[in-house]
């Protein structure tokens, strides 16, 4: 669907390998993985250490401070006020009905004390959402959008409309839409450390995340959850990196967990991925459903974990024909012993495993028992325009990384301790 732009011990497990290939060539990118929360905060905390402007207009590199015990009260006056780099810190507590527009440039807005809680109660700006932004390198760390609801029922929590956006420890919940991007491929859109569940029902264009045809999406160490009709995460980006996350639907009724309609390039790496039982839609992760739009079309799902908790059985992977590369490598998968091979994808190191090869299944830890076999039995999946594919980090719940010692044993899944 288009977007409105302007979801016991472990017996030895039956190797899914059906092509025996390999590809010899270790995380993330030094411009694609997030420091530790320890170091987020403490850079947050000298930006913090500026002055401020107590009225009228907030000059660029300065700092407006927001709420009940400031001379400014609200975000949709801060954002009448701001200009281009300034730093907004926003007392922690609710602001209900406050909604607002954001289009100048390297604006950073950062909750301090505690969380800051946006609760919709049926405003919106511009008919979209609770936020619509559309400055460039706007940062927002540790917000709550909640409720976002507008006419059309196409409302979201944040709505990016242009320029680029970092979204860092953000949570979203009961609203149409977590967040929507537009298509225009000059976006940039980072997400990290963040929370989208649950959504609220709707008819068929809620979505956790729904993101437009953009230049580039990169998720990291963020949790989906909950989804009702729509897909948690659906991106048609042209190049996704899509690293150490969870998206598990649990007791709720997502399509999609993980959805690519228009290709491009997608690196899926270290993601713990699981279907509900009570899910409409028989495939986990979809490529190019609604066709191959971009110039580069590859997916390389490496290292991740997938759970078909669906009684009747799922399809792991929903593949169209065309992309120049398939590469499915160091996967473990529970559910239907099924993943077809073909000439067009290097496919191996595979595993399907059971529920008790997992530490904990029903509660989510989808770490590997101490003494499975299959530890250590992963392989060097290369590397992707100097990206390696080889985690040094995994998810850690809720929504944070965990370094994964030097000298570990690699391993197939997600988790590597």
């Not at 500026?50 to 015990?69: E, I, T």
């Amino acid at each position: 669907m288009s977007v409105r732009p302007p979801a016991a011990s472990a017996r030895v497990p039956a190797a899914a390998d059906t092509l025996d290939s390999s590809d010899p060539c270790g995380l993330l990118h030094p411009l694609c993985w997030t420091p530790s929360r320890r170091l987020l905060l403490r850079g947050a905390a000298l930006v913090g250490a500026a002055s401020w402007l107590p009225a009228a207009f907030a000059a660029p590199g300065k700092v407006l401070k927001v709420g009940r015990d400031h001379p400014v009260k609200t975000l949709a006056a801060a954002a009448s006020q701001a200009q281009a780099g300034t730093t907004i810190e926003v007392q922690a507590g609710d602001y209900a009905g406050d909604v607002a527009v954001w289009s100048q440039d390297d604006l950073t807005l950062k909750a301090v004390g505690g969380r800051v809680r946006l609760l919709a109660n049926g405003a919106h700006a511009q008919g979209k959402g609770i936020f619509v932004t559309t400055g460039k390198r706007m940062t927002i760390e540790g917000f709550d959008f909640i409720g976002a609801r507008v006419p059309d029922r196409n409302g979201a929590g944040v709505r990016l409309e242009r320029g680029s956006l970092t979204l860092r420890d953000c949570r979203f919940q009961d609203n149409e839409n977590g967040l929507l991007a537009a298509n225009d491929p000059a976006i940039e859109l980072r997400i990290e450390s963040c929370d989208f569940g649950a959504i609220a029902p709707g008819e068929g264009r809620t979505h956790n995340c729904y993101v437009g045809a953009i230049g580039k999406l990169s998720v990291i160490g963020s949790c989906f959850h909950h989804g009702a009709t729509g897909h948690l995460l659906k991106t048609r980006a042209a190049v996704n990196h899509i690293f150490f996350n969870r998206l598990t639907d649990e007791t709720g009724r997502a399509s999609f967990e993980l959805e690519f309609p228009n290709g491009g390039l997608a690196l899926v790496m270290g993601n713990v991925i699981q279907q509900s039982p009570s899910t409409e839609n028989y495939h986990l992760i979809a490529y190019g459903s609604e066709g191959l739009a971009n110039p580069r079309n590859e997916l390389h799902l490496i290292n991740n974990t997938l759970v078909d908790r669906r009684p009747a059985g799922g399809v792991y992977l929903r593949m169209a024909q065309g992309a120049q590369k398939l590469r499915l490598i160091n996967n473990l998968l529970y559910g239907k012993h099924e993943l077809p091979a073909g000439p067009d994808r290097e496919q191996h190191h595979n595993y399907f495993v059971e529920l008790d090869s997992f530490v904990d299944a029903d509660r989510y830890d989808f770490r590997l028992r101490p003494a499975s076999p299959l530890l250590g039995r992963a392989v060097d999946a290369g590397s992707v325009d100097g990206q390696s594919l080889r985690p040094t980090m995994q998810y850690q719940h809720p929504c944070a990384l965990k370094e994964v010692p030097a000298g570990t044993a690699y391993s197939p899944g997600a988790f590597q301790v």
